[in-house]
Every structure is written in C-alpha cells, then in structure tokens.
C-alpha cells in the first residue's frame, strides 16, 4: 500500500503561482498530478517516471513544471502563468510499476491504483 498526502494549493489571480506537493509514504516509480473541474472529466496534466522523463498536457507545457524528489518521496508541481481555466481539485496519482508511465497521461488516471485526497486550485481573472 502506498499513502499520497497532496498539499499547496489555494486562490490565486490570473498570472500567478502556486506549487503542489505530494508526499508518498514510499518510493513510488510512476507518479503524475490528475485534475478536474467541476462539470468535466480528470484529465492528466503532468506525468514522471522512475527516470525522470515527463509528459505534460498540451496546455501545461511551458507553465508547468514536475519535478520528484526520491530522496523525500516527494513529488511537486510548479504551476506559473496560472489560468482560470486552470480552476479545478488536483490529484496527485502513483503506481509502482515503473512502465508504462507517460503513455497514461491521456487516460483519466483510470488505472493508477494510488491516490491522494485532492488540493484545490482557484484561479480568478
């Protein structure tokens, strides 16, 4: 069993920033941050695997940034240049197995066993 204790998010203006984080219980190879809005599907937004290699939701790319600490068990997500759109929980997921990683960003997360309990984010313009 893996716990996944997320935190950081809250209310911010358009243009600004918030980082989350995800505090695993253990060592987890694949791990990535899930969002949705209310009304809308989870779309994956960020994935890294065991590695270090990622995959970013195309309207992440350039704004976010995910980065883990293996040391820590810990895994973030910078968000920059935030967007209204960008309102919505956040989830952060992890799976042991080490692959496939990055290929399931476009997959809701369906298959991803380990998840924590949400952080909202509110972005207001």
């Known amino acids: 069993q893996v716990q996944l204790m997320d935190s950081g998010g809250g209310s911010v203006q358009a243009g600004g920033s918030l980082r989350l984080s995800c505090a695993a219980s253990r060592y987890t190879a694949c791990m990535g941050w899930f969002r949705q809005a209310p009304g809308k599907q989870r779309e994956g937004v960020a994935l890294i695997d065991g590695y270090g290699f990622t995959n970013y939701v195309d309207s992440a790319k350039g704004r976010f940034t995910i980065s883990k600490d293996n040391v820590k068990s810990t895994l973030y997500l910078q968000m920059n240049s935030l967007k209204p759109e960008d309102t919505a929980m956040y989830y952060c997921?992890?799976?042991?197995?080490?692959?496939?990683?990055?290929?399931?960003?476009?997959?809701?997360?369906?298959?991803?066993?380990?998840w924590g309990q949400g952080t909202q984010v509110t972005v207001s313009s």
């Open positions: 997921a992890a799976d042991v197995r080490s692959y496939p990683c990055r290929q399931r960003l476009g997959t809701q997360g369906a298959d991803f066993p380990y």
